[in-house]
Each structure stands twice: as structure tokens, then as C-alpha cells.
């Protein structure tokens, strides 16, 4: 009887040493880029952000050597070869999960908080922690490039208080494109062509103009600050039609909702007329005025790829 209690304990010891030694068998022969043999359930789950807590912001951190990611783009789990500088935000309060983001703010992969220390809890990033952390080694995937093109195409109207004309009110309609080159650490910069039509009693004009935005971002929300001037412009009088220009200062605020875009913008637009106009005739009271204007604006954006 002693004899086989003891030959029960020694098989009982094997099998526990055999699942231990996994863990043995993983250092000695770490996986590196391969896929790992055993993935956790809880990364089939498919992500979607759906988060409107507030108190989930982003922060930075340092995500652990040997840490499982799983790319919300191929679904492939992988395992990270160093630690990397990264920006993440907790999928709720308390989760064990939390998405990393790229540069352009694109969340890009899921992975485990447990193995992400944030920067503002270390007192300083040094070998002690993790000699291998370099700001240069977050580069995940092809998306991590210095320069990408964007397109937004937004409609607005627009109401404009004409000084020129004894503060006539007026409303125009108009279409503006605007190109990005979106680059790292550097301010947005925006190459906006707009056509606007403007209808009222005292004048009528059709202005094809062009200008530079540049935009600082508030989390995703941007504020954009611009000049304008008309490429091409003709207006209408009550007695004849003459070339119209305008230089346009401009301040807006836009907020993205996924692909959409919402703008606020308003500015001060002065009006330059053709040498040909007749002051009197077209009831023009002056011409040293910035007539002030408001907008808003609906549209849509689209992402071109990288440069």
C-alpha cells in the first residue's frame, strides 16, 4: 500500500513539472515575430470603440518585452520583440484590455494593461527599467509614416454683414476642398480652394478663391486659423457687372464625427473692386471696410494613403 502512494506522489510530481516547464521551454526559445501556440480567448473578441467615458483619455507608456498584441487590422496575435513607447487608452474603468493608438490617432492593436507601465509612473526611463525602450522603435506597421494626405470636402452657408453697403445683410451658399499633409510633431497645414455665391439686393457675386490654414489639435477637435484671397471673382450691381476681389482672414473650429465633419468658422472679409466701378451708381459706401461673416460648414473627409 506505501508502495503504490508513493508511485501516485511521483507521478502527480511529474505532471506538475511538465506544465511548469512551458514557461522553461518559451524562455530558452522565445518566439520572436511567430505567432504563439496558445492565444487567450479574450482576443477573439472583435473591437469596436463605443467608449463615450470621458475619463478614458489616452496616455503614454511603456509596453513590456514578450507582451501579446493582436492587430485590429489582420487579427493576428503576435508577440512584441522589445519594449515600445506608445500612446494607449483603457477599453472602460478597469478593464484588462486597452487599445494602442498610431500617430494619427488610429487605434491599431489590443493588448493587456497588465503589461503596459505608464511613463508618468516611472520616476525615469532608464536600464533599470527597460534597457531596451528606444522612442525610435514604435513602428508597428506600414501606417507609422511621416506623411499622410488627407481630402475634406464640406458645403456651408453663410450670413455676411456688408458694410461696403450700409451693413446689408446678405446669405451665400459655397463648396470648400481642402488638402492636408499631415506630419509628425508639426502643425496641420491645409491648401483650401472655395467657391462661394453670394445673393442680395445691392450686390450679387460669384468669388473662386484660395488659401492656408494651418490647425492645432485639441484631442481630435481642431481649431484652424487662415488666410484667403480670390483667384477669379465678378459681381453683379443693380447697373452693370464688374471683376470682384476679396482678401479673407478667417478663424474656425471643426469637430469630426468619424468621417463627417462639423465646422464653425468666422472672419472678416475685405472687398476689393475693379478701378471700372461706379461708386455712386452701384450704392457702394466705401470700400476701407472689413465686412464680417459667419459660417458653418458640413462635410466629409477622406484619407488619400501616405506619401
Not at 118 to 134: F, N, W
Not at 167 to 188: H, M, R, V, W, Y
Not at 276 to 285: D, P, R
Request: aromatic content about 12%; overall charge positive; some cysteine.
Amino acid at each position: 500500500m506505501l508502495f503504490k502512494i508513493m508511485i501516485f506522489i511521483f507521478t502527480s510530481y511529474q505532471l506538475t513539472a511538465l506544465a511548469v516547464s512551458e514557461d522553461f521551454f518559451e524562455k530558452i526559445s522565445p518566439p520572436q515575430h511567430k505567432l504563439p501556440t496558445a492565444v487567450p480567448s479574450d482576443y477573439r473578441f472583435e473591437y469596436t470603440d463605443k467608449s463615450k467615458n470621458r475619463m478614458l483619455q489616452p496616455y503614454k507608456a511603456v509596453l513590456k518585452k514578450g507582451a501579446l498584441i493582436k492587430s485590429l487590422k489582420t487579427k493576428k496575435v503576435e508577440r512584441t520583440v522589445r519594449g515600445v513607447l506608445v500612446e494607449a487608452r483603457d477599453l472602460k474603468l478597469g478593464s484588462p484590455f486597452a487599445v494602442i493608438y498610431d500617430k494619427f490617432d488610429t487605434p491599431i492593436y489590443l493588448c493587456e494593461t497588465k503589461n503596459l507601465k505608464k511613463t508618468r509612473d516611472l520616476t525615469r526611463l532608464t536600464p533599470k527599467y527597460y534597457p531596451k525602450t528606444q522612442k525610435q522603435d514604435f513602428k508597428f506597421n506600414s501606417t507609422d509614416m511621416k506623411k499622410r494626405i488627407k481630402l475634406n470636402l464640406l458645403t456651408y452657408g453663410a450670413t455676411h454683414s456688408l458694410k461696403d453697403f450700409s451693413s446689408t445683410q446678405a446669405n451665400s451658399f459655397g463648396l470648400t476642398s481642402e488638402f492636408s499633409l499631415e506630419i509628425k510633431d508639426i502643425l496641420p497645414i491645409y491648401i483650401h480652394a472655395d467657391i462661394n455665391r453670394l445673393t442680395s439686393e445691392s450686390v450679387s457675386w460669384m468669388l473662386f478663391n484660395a488659401g492656408l490654414k494651418v490647425g492645432k489639435k485639441f484631442n481630435k477637435n481642431e481649431l484652424r486659423i487662415g488666410i484667403e484671397t480670390t483667384i477669379i471673382g465678378t459681381a453683379s450691381y443693380s447697373l452693370s457687372n464688374q471683376s470682384l476681389r476679396s482678401n479673407k482672414l478667417l478663424i474656425g473650429y471643426q469637430i469630426p464625427r468619424g468621417n463627417f465633419l462639423f465646422e464653425f468658422e468666422t472672419g472678416l472679409t475685405k472687398l476689393i473692386y475693379s478701378s471700372e466701378t461706379n461708386f455712386q451708381e452701384t450704392g457702394i459706401t466705401g470700400s476701407d471696410n472689413y465686412n464680417p461673416y459667419i459660417a458653418f460648414k458640413v462635410g466629409m473627409n477622406f484619407d488619400l494613403g501616405l506619401l
